[in-house]
């Protein structure tokens, strides 16, 4: 038996912007919910044989039609990313997820969380001084950490930022890579520089590097340092050593607020050295001031291609996992 909702919505312009140019929206949720879409000026019909995934539909439609009407353009992405989010709460509010502005960039552009895990991740930095974020590649750990950093720092909150990470990458060693220890180590950061320049312009960001307001290093140049009044923000932290990760989080002073990232399954430690980060979460469960927030597929807010592939690589590596027993 065919199920159809019927939803009309205040007029035809609203409604076009809202399904999308030649109702590329409707089709995408027609899709990704299987059911049908169509439209006629105002009106969208909805059909399909299960109830639940109608219902679905139409409450991610009204959503965004919400999301619309509190100034925000809806693109592609944001009806993929509202869908997922309802998918796992149907209770959820599209709205609260996606207008969580974490800083923004010009008077047109804004960064939001847009999953419910992202915006617990906010909520936690804002909340301890301490956030430990866990999880697959493109989930926005450390591009949302940079711009709370950024964010601290344009209201005074912090005197400077701190972005560090491991000089270990798929066994490649430092000597092997031309130039200085400065050139060799460049390399390494150029995701915490991208995350930056994505936020700041270019020769902002180059100012405050040069007078220090900015210091992204490596981690080996936090060993006996104490960080006051810093936003520090350690990337890759599942290539950190055992040693390497108490160190860090002993480099944390007085007004200051630490956010380490990484993930569990991307290891690139040689065989006998154990993960800082893989350690840290069982030791430091339970300690007040601090959170642990971990990501998922369902997160990952690249390509929607990026999320099938950790999707699969996570589906082998369960299918595999008795075979190496």
């Known amino acids: 038996m065919t199920v159809e909702r019927t939803l009309e919505f205040q007029s035809a312009a609203e409604a076009q912007k809202l399904f999308g140019p030649h109702n590329a929206h409707l089709r995408q949720l027609a899709e990704l919910s299987g059911i049908t879409a169509d439209s006629r000026g105002s009106v969208a019909v909805l059909r ?3 109830q639940q995934a109608v219902d679905q539909a139409a409450n991610c439609l009204v959503q ?7 100034n925000t353009s809806i693109q592609a992405q ?20 996606f207008k969580d502005v974490v800083y923004a960039v010009s008077p047109k552009r804004t960064i939001t969380p847009r999953t419910v895990n992202q915006r617990r991740y906010l909520q936690a930095l804002r909340g301890n001084d301490l956030v430990f974020g866990i999880g697959p590649a493109g989930t ?3 591009y949302l950490a940079v711009a709370m950093a ?34 060799k180590v460049n ?20 100012e405050m590097v040069e007078t220090g307001v900015i210091e992204i290093a490596p981690l080996a140049f936090m060993r006996g340092r104490t960080l006051n009044d810093a936003f ?59 959170e642990f927030i971990h990501f998922h597929e369902e997160d990952v807010i690249r390509h929607p291609l990026v999320g099938r592939i950790v999707h699969a690589y996570d589906r082998f590596t369960r299918q595999d996992a008795p075979k190496k027993a």
């Open 48 to 50: 399909g044989e299960d």
């Open 64 to 70: 965004l039609h919400g999301l619309q009407r509190a």
């Open 78 to 97: 944001d009806v993929d990313h509202a869908w997922r989010i309802l998918c796992r709460d149907p209770q959820a509010d599209i709205k609260t997820v």
């Open 140 to 142: 926005g750990k450390t």
């Open 150 to 183: 950024v964010a601290a720092l344009t209201k005074k909150e912090v005197k400077r930022l701190v972005l560090t990470r491991p000089a270990v990458e798929a066994g490649e060693k430092l000597g092997f890579l031309p130039g200085d220890l400065v050139e």
């Open 187 to 206: 390399p390494y950061l150029r995701p915490l520089y991208d995350a930056l320049h994505d936020m700041q312009e270019f020769h902002k960001v180059q």
């Open 232 to 290: 520090i923000i350690l990337d890759e932290a599942q290539n950190t050593t055992q040693e390497q990760m108490k160190m860090f989080l002993t480099r944390l002073g007085f007004g200051s607020k630490a956010v380490v990232t990484g993930d569990v399954t991307q290891i690139d430690l040689p065989v006998h050295a154990r993960s800082g980060l893989v350690q840290a979460e069982k030791v430091l469960s339970g300690v007040a001031g601090l």
